[in-house]
């Protein structure tokens, strides 16, 4: 069997009576579909408030723009495009029972000493490392903390990519290991930085 990989090419233009240019960068989110709609919208609010938060000590690019793959056009263009890569359900309660498979929790490929812009997060292994820290919380406190932490795992790698380094820091989205509590800690809470 040959598989052909097609590259998606997008083109940078203003939308016709939309007036706004397009991002540099899109952050191209896929899923499976059992990840339910509701996770979305929280998803890219904590997505966008975690690079606001790294922004100053490791500046990320400032004009990009988190995107389902489902939500892409023809005749989008993007300088830049890095795609995120979700790995099972994303969501803690249905999951907490399971006994933790081990691994990363996200990770990114290196090919020909390159880092490559894929970015890859296991919600299956996420959401069982959360699961102890999430216990007492309502649905949408649980999935308020899925969405935080797949999006510090997200800018974890998407860090890696930018400095095309897999070195890590002894502080903040940068360290080699994060708690689950630094996963789900809201953005400007102590104990951040």
């Known amino acids: 069997m040959l598989l052909l990989v097609i590259p998606v090419v997008f083109s940078t233009r203003i939308a016709a009576g939309q007036g706004h240019r397009q991002a540099d960068t899109a952050v191209v989110f896929y899923a499976d579909r059992s990840v339910a709609e509701a996770m979305w919208t929280p998803l890219f609010e904590a997505f966008r408030g975690e690079v606001a938060e790294e922004r100053p000590e490791y500046p990320l690019p400032e004009d990009f723009a988190p995107i389902r793959a489902t939500g892409l056009s023809a005749g989008q263009d993007f300088a830049d495009i890095i795609q995120v890569h979700l790995i099972g359900r994303c969501d803690v309660a249905e999951q907490a029972y399971r006994p933790l498979p081990r691994g990363p929790l996200g990770w990114v ?60 820091e002894k502080h903040s989205v940068r360290q080699a290991e994060l708690t689950s509590g630094d996963l789900i800690r809201p953005v400007g809470a102590p104990g951040g930085r």
């Not at 649905?139 to 999006?151: K, P, Y």
Request: charged share 25%.
């Open 109 to 168: 490929v290196r090919l020909s000493g390159e880092i490559q812009p894929f970015i890859f997060v296991d919600c299956e292994r996420l959401a069982q490392y959360l699961g102890p820290a999430t216990l007492g919380m309502n649905e949408d406190q649980r999935r308020m903390a899925m969405a935080r932490a797949i999006s510090r795992v997200a800018v974890h790698e998407w860090i890696h990519i930018d400095t095309q380094s897999g070195r890590h």
